[in-house]
């Protein structure tokens, strides 16, 4: 952290962007040296110094952006949705041919969120019984979350990779859903609460004990850390990362 | 309290029964003076001078135990399952007889339980939403449990009479069985983990802020508080009361 | 719920009164005829026809507004704090000559919160232990919070009316602070956490069993339903009421 | 897991070991072979062809167990305390004589809260707040708790080794211990209540966002899975591993 860390912040106008200058604005030790919105020249980047960029634009820009950031050899934190696997296996050639820099693609900015996804992960492997309660604002379309579906993805896979069996169930008469929704044979509960932002309880059960991960957002704000982390860490882990965790130490 | 409760309890070789020998023994303000089991001869609690009685025994000797009782003019605590509609009419007629006789028939015990439903019952009407979590072992064989379907009728009829209308819910796309089961409208979701013995949870939400009555039920000890409570307040509530409840003051 | 009520916001440039004119404006069965600000003259409430004012200013303005609501027959809703007794014996006396008028004063206008505090004073007596713990933002700068004082005196009182002794507690040997403040008898225990608004639980424990009653204050809106609720109720409630929970039905 | 692990459980009469008598009898992958309690010659643990000894007997008599243990080539799982740095340090010299042989020592089984310390100090260096709540049932000597000061004390050492600063906390004035005792610098709250068992929260928070990591211990069961990976983990991890985390896979 010798040098100031110099930002340039993509899609500045939307409603992340604006977090995101303020958030940069106010680290100590970052500069922010341009803030684009749509139609703006990338070429102010350059001319304003940049060493980072932030993109935060839309999933029609995004790639553009991040394939300049690239090859004018800054490091480029991105929260856009959009990647697809393809995007990403074009991007990781021109870093092969840019190999200094480093990229971060992150679906999810919240420190919180991402920890309790990993570690939730990790104990799945240790206890007999684990369940997902996800809570969200009435407005929400769709049950479950992403984030929910995505947590009992990666349980389910590191209990299968443990060779840990199913939770116990003696359900035998069921009033119907009242045993919640089931991904990759992990049992997921929607509450959807006036009031609520977005939360998330992952429940695991031993014999006589109970741990409880959960996570709550209450605003945007809650990105922010995780994008500052990502432009601190980026330039030293050159090539491309996707996920927020690959950036974080989770073991000891 | 001024004068000793002298207490017969009938089913005391049972599990609740034997837990309501030590409570009503280590009681400052009791005497046990009988316990009774299976085919022992009533008289004996007339013999020992008892003012009241506990019956915990089966559904097939309760209702002969309970008669005997407020014929001999002894105040009844009754926690043994089987009380229909139609028993409960046949107790009342015989009460009318033995007006000064005060008998308690409770599903449930358990301080801590019955207050969180008296209480999501009043709050419902004040909210927008309101959902139910209940969580227990996994050896449970129905889902939802009892208590939690009779929470949400509870909470639906307050919300009936206040003229409350249905909690939110945008969901438009739902993976099956994810927003729970459904009692009366109100949401309702079974968590089940080794580990736990039995929990709920009401939580209720408004613009802004959101109210949660937890209960956790740790083991059996925990209806003692509440059969004491039965005996010291049946003397001065003579007829028949259906539900703990009754014996509480809830409001202010 | 008739007729529509039509309102006068007091104190409607102010961050409180700006969200009560938005959400009297929402309200179907109501009518925002006018919204006042500091030196408007009060004489505009009566000429817009006016039948009950929320007064939302600052305590140096309160008194007279609700003097003239109560003289010229209308009902309010007041959360402006500053209203020592001496101001409310006062105002009582001015009821006395306007008997049709109903007027509520509400330091707290949380509905979760107000039920929160009165289901923890009517549960205290029937559990042996009860403690509080209250969480807010670490920017506050005392502790504990004002709510959470009130709560453990209004439990301490509620406990002494039933005799109930204090709280179990061995402790020999104790880090200084560990086991909370004393607040009438009562343990409460302050966390300071970026990220969170205003938060409290009470916890009660007796054998076997815990119930937690937990309020989560996440934005002033939260507010809202509590001074429309008073809006619909002031005519119903002639003369001067005190807290929100006096225009609550508590009991069942 | 493919030969059966034969194991002997010194110490077999006391309430630890009799649990571990009962699991790993019910272990499918293991043999009780022998049972050892106070006096008994531990030759028996040879003659029954023993590869692992649980030893949860007392201080006076662990270290003379492992030795024992260590020199005939067995596998050891410790839970008995009083291995000070001294007693730990000669162990060590005595393995490196027997290098193919595993030893862990730990002082607490608790899959769950062990899981939930390593967690807690992970999390710590990427949030701004942390603090710590132990609950505890009402006879409890001390507070904070043995393991809420551990856990402190892995947090303090996490932010400090990251470079993270002290939580934020603007508090002005307080009543006398709302705020805790401070622990390396981390606030730790203590509650006792009836009807508890041993339950911790550490509460982490950050911009908009709060990660809760809380676990539960129900009743002494709650070891036994800890002690049954110990026994299926130590052959694979020679020398001496002090502390169950030693044995988690705790990365991803």
Do not use: C
């Not at 492997?125 to 979350?145: C, G, T, W």
Request: hydrophobic fraction near 45%; avoid cysteine; proline fraction near 4%.
């Amino acid at each position: 952290m010798s040098a100031q860390i110099k930002v340039a912040v993509l899609g500045a106008a939307g409603r992340m962007g604006s977090e995101a200058v303020k958030a940069v604005t106010e680290a100590a030790d970052m500069e922010l040296v341009a803030s684009l919105g749509r139609g703006d020249d990338l070429q102010q980047i350059i001319d304003a110094g940049a060493t980072h960029v932030v993109d935060l634009s839309v999933p029609g820009s995004t790639e553009d952006n991040v394939r300049f950031a690239v090859e004018h050899g800054l490091h480029a934190v991105v929260g856009t949705t959009g990647w697809t696997e393809e995007r990403r296996a074009n991007l990781q050639l021109l870093l092969e041919q840019n190999p200094s820099v480093g990229v971060l693609i992150a679906p999810n900015f919240a420190l919180g969120s991402v920890l309790a996804s990993a570690f939730a992960a990790t104990a799945a492997k240790y206890f007999e019984s684990v369940e997902v309660i996800e809570l969200h604002h009435p407005n929400k379309v769709d049950a479950p979350s992403g984030t929910a579906v995505r947590t009992a993805e990666l349980i389910a896979q590191s209990r299968k990779e443990a060779g840990v069996g199913a939770s116990p169930d003696a359900t035998e008469t069921q009033l119907e859903g009242a045993r919640g929704a089931v991904v990759d044979g992990i049992h997921v509960h929607s509450v959807r609460l006036r009031g609520l932002v977005a939360h998330q309880e992952v429940l695991l059960g031993g014999p006589g004990e109970q741990l409880t991960l959960r996570h709550d957002s209450y605003d945007r704000a809650s990105f922010m850390p995780g994008v500052l982390l990502g432009l601190r860490t980026a330039e030293s882990m050159p090539g491309l990362t996707y996920g927020l965790d690959g950036y974080l130490e989770l073991g000891q």
